[in-house]
Every structure is written in C-alpha cells, then in structure tokens.
C-alpha cells in the first residue's frame, strides 16, 4: 500500500496545490487545519510521514512535534517560512526529519518526503551495518576504515565519529546541537566552533573540493546534512 | 560700615609707618617723613576701602603731629607753617584715598561683572551641548545653584501643567503649595516673589512663543536677582532650541520615510507588476485556450509562469531583508566559522543558473575562521553571485577568492563582465540606483550587501578588474581570535 501522508496546513491555495502534486506522486493524503486537528488525526491515523506547517491557527506547529514525538517516531517534515531559523532549530531538536523553506519548487518537497519515508525504512530495518558506499567514497563500518577512491583515509577517532552520526541519518539536516551531543557528549552543546572545525577537516579528507562539498553540506545558521545519493 | 578685620589692618599699616617715622625722625625732614604716611594712606585705601582711608587719613596726620614733628611726643607744633603742610596733607591724603578706593571697587565691580558674564557663558555653553528637555533643565539648575548660591529648582509642565515629577531636584522638600506658585507662574508667565520661604522667587521660563517651564530660586540670601533673571532667560532659550530642534528633527524623519516609501512604492509596484502580468496573462492563457495550444507553447508558458514567480520571490526578500536590516530589526548572530562553509552553500543553491560557468574557489590556507552571522554573510556573497550571473555573459568565469590582509578577511568576488561605467562604483550599492545595464530587478541586491558589511563593521567596494570585468571587495575585522 502506498505510504499515507498527513498534511498539515491552514492554507487553502497551497493545501490545493500539495493535494494535486502528492497524489499524482500516488501518496495516500489526510488533510487537517489546525494544531490540535493534526495531533488527534496523528494517533489516529498512524500515518507514514507527517508535513507541518509551522504557522498554524490554534497553536505553535513546535506543539505538534513535541505531542507527536511523546508516542512516534513517525517522520516529520517541516514547510517554514524563510528566514526563522530559530524556529527550525527548535523544530529540528524536537525531533523534526527535515524543512522546506516556503515558497519551495514541488520537486524539491518530493525529494525531501522519499528521502525522510527512506530512512524511516531503513531505520526500522536497522541495517546500519556492514560498509556504506556513496559517490568515491567507503565507508566499512565493522572495522572502522574509510577509503576515498579506495585510498584509505585516516579519520581521528572524533572524526570517525561525527562521520559515524551523520550516516546514521542520511540526508537528515542534524542541529549544531545534536550533533556536539551525539559526538561530544551532553555538557558540550554550546561550542559550536569545535564541530565547525572537525566539519573542516572532515571535508578536507573526503571531499575533492571542501568549499563545493559535494556530500557534506552546510546548512547556514543550522547545522549539517551528509548527503549520500545522487 | 568698617568691618572689624579692615579696621585693625588699616591700624596696622599706619602704626608701622609711624614707628618708622619714629625711628627716621632725626634723620630725615619732616616733609620727607610725610611722604610715608601718604604712602600708608594709599595702602590703606587699596586694601581696606574709602571709608576706613578717610579715618587712615586723619590717624596718618595726628600721628605725623605727634611722633615726627618737633616738639615730639605733643600736638602742640614750634612752627606754624606746619599747620599748612598738616592741612595739605591731609587734603592729599583724602583725596588720593578716596580715588584709589573708587578704582579699587571699579575694579570688584569688573571683577563681578567678568565672573557674572563667564557663569552665564559657561551655562549658555554648557547647555547647548545637551540634547533632552530634562537633561537641560537639570544642568541649568544645577549651574544655578552655583552661580547664585542658592537652591535653584526647576520644574517642568507636562500636558500643560507644572508636574512634581518634572523637577530638577530629588532631594528639596517641595510642598505642593510651591507646585501652585508654580503653576500660577507657568500659566501668568509673570515672575512671583510670594513664595513660602523670605527671598524665594519663581521665575517664568520664557520661550518666544510660550512658556517653557518655572525656575524656582529658594531659599536665596541676598541673591543677585537680576542675574537670576539672565539665567532663567538662558536656560528657556536652551530648553527651545531643544525642543524646537527635535521637532524639526521629527519633521527631516517623516520627510526622508515619505521620499524613502514613494520611491519604494513606485520602484516596487513596477518590479512586482512585470512578473505578475506575465504570470496573470500566462496561466491566463492555459486557461482560456488550453485545446487550442501546442504542447510546446504550453510548456513555454508554464516555464514564464515559474521563472516569473521566482523572479518576484528574490524581489520580495529583498525588500524584507532590506527592511529588516534598515529598521534594526536584525541582531547578528555572530559566531565562528570557516568562510568556506558560506562559499560551498552559496554555490550549491546557484548550481543550476551557474550551470555553463567556469567557477573557481581560491581559499588561502592559513585563512582565520569569520566572526559574523553565518547566515547574513552567506546571503551577501549569494547576493554577489546571482548579481555577477545576471549581468555577465553565460560563460564567462567567475572567482571567489579569500585571504587574509592584516587585521581584516578580505573576501572577493570577481567576474569577467562588461564592468561598471565610471562613477558608479558607488551609486550601484545606493537602493534602487538602476545602471545602464541594469533594467531589471529592484536594484537592491547590492544595498544589502553593504548594509549586511557594515552591520559587521565591515565594508564592500566594487573596483575595475586588470584585464576587464570587476572585483567586489568585501573587507570583514578580524576582531577575536579563533578558538
């Protein structure tokens, strides 16, 4: 059966447009308008992936993560508004999958939806094992060597880490802050410049030309996505 | 009136020259002697006064009888002839007495009047340097308070009436019986003397067109009341000036928004018109006549309709990106990065419209990490980016290039276009400045630019290019050491 996607979204026009383009995708779609509307069709319907809003009606769309996230780890993607950053930080360290920045071309929004429901596939198979390849790169994550064009690569421990955590989210944008958590522990949240420079050096040693990265991204004033399909 | 202290100096002064005259006696002639006692008649009339000069005078003459002039010791004289010169002398005496001590109190007098125009001056200066009714009022009194030696209150009116909160003075018992005075004061702009201490007196501050305010001279001794006259006429014209100034400032904003919002009005409604009469008439014409177009002709306009839609999205950032940077809206968010972070977004988000361009990314290696909003600053080299994509040829190169140069991160974008036309390296960073060249787009890529610089105590030049084309040069403080 095709995924079921719960929309989430006050606005007519653009509930409109979302409906046409996802059910020619073949999704299956439950709309809702409100805050509390989507909380309630959350549990249940049980959907496959939930689409936020974040300027809803009734209450902060951050409500619905925070509500959502207590009973599912269903994936969530969020349509922000540009320039509030704040708020995707916030959306993302509640447990937020990825954000669209509104006004978004529809291709952009479907790449996002396959590669959240993917991981979300891969996540419930748990197959994080064995070697991960992208692009010239390998990744054998049993005996922790990384090879670039078969070359072997010496990470540091740290470094093999931070690589280690962005893979176990592919294409998922991870916070500043989740990821000095994940890597550096719970009391070391606040310094960003550490991740910054072990994201530098990761760079250098995976990416032919680490100012035009062509699987790590930046992603400014958030954090950092690995992208490992083309 | 002699005071006590001039009297026994004036004593002092003619003893001492009569012990002299005592000690001269055998030596001299009487009428040499007698010089002496002129003399002590002089210092007595510079240093204590004509009054005590006058009896200086006549103790100079007995004491000249008495111990200088033969038979010593007695008034009675052998020789009459020295009646005259008794008589003469004395006459000198009062008159070089008393002519000293009327240019000795010119010169008080003078002395007064200097320190009298040197207070003014210094209140007239000190005020003019102040820019708030309050803080004004407050230093007039406090200058007041000074110069009078007296408690010098000022109060304000708000909405019309003399406020207890508007005073100059926290600390000064005021009855609100004194805050009636005032208020009479204020609304009769006739000064009061009937206050509720001997010597207190309300004086209006008179503006030219109204009255500004009450200074309330308490608890004044003798006070010099035209002097308080003169300062209460000077601290109403500092307090005019203020107000008259923030007035006219009021107006020269309101002015500069009005020129600012019709030059914004006009430039935007013709910039968010264009795409939206293409986006109207294209998806128009989907609709209308949809079974009569080729499949070619219906791809064209759904193509126009996005690339127009797009176009107005950039035009509407900008604009409240503008907006947000102009009005203070926007706090940086400074932290530490590496520029090369800002470089590889910004050329991922214009991958597809650099798509036939050559791109090269020269990064110094001992580059220190910026200190600046990561997201501002990489919308800046964006800016410059999609600005050297629209007006440079499809195929011409680009560069990005960093490096360090002293105290500054000198971060440059350089294109091979047609360059710019001399004399508008400048005006292209003005709002809504449109070039030659430039016929579309609101002309606000670059204002941004520089407002995003300066925000970080930077700056941003375009310079022509050896070999043709131009250099956006942005320079960022180094200010911290990187972590």
Not at chain 2, 340 to 358: F, H, M, N, S, Y
Request: glycine fraction near 6%; proline fraction near 4%; hydrophobic fraction near 45%.
């Amino acid at each position: 059966m095709k995924p079921l996607l719960l929309m989430v979204e006050d606005d007519a026009q653009i509930r409109r447009f979302l409906r046409a383009a996802l059910e020619a995708e073949g999704y299956r779609l439950q709309e809702c308008e409100t805050a509390s509307e989507a909380l309630a069709q959350a549990s249940a319907r049980q959907p496959d992936l939930i689409l936020l809003d974040l300027g809803l009606p009734d209450r902060d769309g951050l409500d619905v993560i925070r509500g959502v996230r207590q009973s599912s780890p269903v994936p969530i993607v969020i349509l922000s508004a540009r320039g509030q950053e704040k708020d995707k930080i916030t959306a993302l360290d509640l447990g937020a999958d990825d954000y669209v920045a509104k006004p978004f071309a529809v291709g952009e929004l479907l790449a996002r939806i396959r590669a959240a429901l993917r991981r979300s596939a891969v996540f419930a198979a748990n197959s994080a094992e064995g070697t991960v390849r992208f692009g010239n790169i390998e990744v054998d994550l049993e005996n922790r060597v990384v090879r670039v064009d078969s070359e072997e690569v010496h990470l540091t421990p740290n470094e093999y880490k931070l690589l280690q955590v962005l893979l176990r989210h592919p294409g998922k944008v991870l916070t500043h802050r989740q990821l000095l958590h994940e890597v550096w522990g719970p009391n070391q949240t606040e310094q960003a410049h550490y991740l910054r420079v072990y994201i530098a050096q990761l760079r250098r040693k995976l990416e032919r030309e680490p100012a035009r990265p062509r699987y790590l991204f930046t992603e400014p004033g958030v954090g950092y996505r690995l992208v490992i399909e083309e | 009136m002699v005071r006590g202290r001039e009297a026994v100096l004036a004593f002092g002064i003619v003893a001492v020259t009569t012990v002299a005259g005592v000690l001269l006696r055998g030596h001299m002639a009487a009428a040499n002697l007698a010089m002496l006692f002129l003399l002590a008649v002089v210092a007595v009339a510079i240093t204590c006064g004509r009054k005590v000069s006058v009896l200086a005078a006549f103790a100079s003459v007995a004491a000249f009888d008495f111990f200088c002039v033969p038979p010593y010791n007695t008034l009675v004289v052998d020789d009459y002839e020295y009646v005259v010169m008794f008589a003469g002398m004395l006459a000198v005496a009062l008159i070089i007495g008393t002519q000293t001590s009327k240019l000795r109190e010119f010169a008080r007098q003078a002395a007064v009047r200097e320190a009298r125009t040197g207070a003014l001056y210094g209140l007239s200066r000190s005020l003019a340097q102040e820019t708030r009714v309050f803080d004004a009022a407050s230093r007039g009194a406090e200058l007041a308070t000074e110069i009078l030696h007296a408690q010098v209150v000022i109060f304000l009116p708000q909405d019309g009436r003399i406020s207890f909160e508007r005073r100059t003075s926290d600390h000064l018992p005021v009855p609100s019986s004194d805050i009636e005075r005032a208020q009479q004061v204020f609304e009769s702009g006739r000064a009061s003397s009937a206050g509720r201490t001997a010597g207190a007196r309300y004086l209006p501050l008179q503006g030219t067109r109204q009255t500004l305010g009450v200074l309330a001279v308490l608890e004044s001794g003798e006070g010099d009341l035209p002097l308080a006259d003169l300062i209460a006429t000077q601290i109403a014209l500092a307090l005019e000036r203020i107000l008259s100034q923030s007035a006219a400032e009021e107006t020269r904003f309101k002015i500069r928004t009005e020129q600012m919002r019709s030059s914004l009005l006009s430039a935007v409604s013709h910039d968010l018109r264009t795409p939206l009469a293409a986006i109207t008439g294209s998806a128009s014409t989907l609709r209308t006549q949809d079974n009569r177009l080729d499949p070619a002709t219906r791809a064209e306009l759904i193509e126009n309709i996005s690339e127009e839609a797009e176009r107005m999205e950039r035009l509407v950032s900008n604009l409240l990106d503008m907006t947000r940077l102009e009005s203070g809206g926007v706090t940086l968010q400074r932290e530490f990065f590496p520029l090369e972070e800002i470089v590889g977004t910004a050329l991922q988000r214009l991958d597809r419209q650099l798509a036939r361009r050559k791109v090269s990314v020269d990064l110094a290696e001992d580059l220190p990490m910026a200190h600046g909003d990561e997201v501002l600053l990489g919308q800046l080299l964006w800016n410059l980016l999609e600005n050297a994509i629209k007006y440079t040829p499809a195929d011409s190169p680009l560069e990005i290039a960093a490096r360090r140069q002293e105290n500054f991160l000198v971060l440059e974008v350089r294109d091979r276009g047609p360059g710019i036309t001399a004399g508008e390296e400048e005006r292209i960073f003005e709002k809504f400045f449109r070039g030659e060249r430039n016929s579309r787009g609101a002309g606000l890529g670059l204002p941004i630019c520089r407002a995003i610089a300066e925000a970080h105590g930077g700056s941003i030049r375009a310079l022509p290019r050896d070999g043709g084309g131009v250099v956006f040069r942005i320079q960022l403080p180094i200010e911290a050491v990187a972590p």
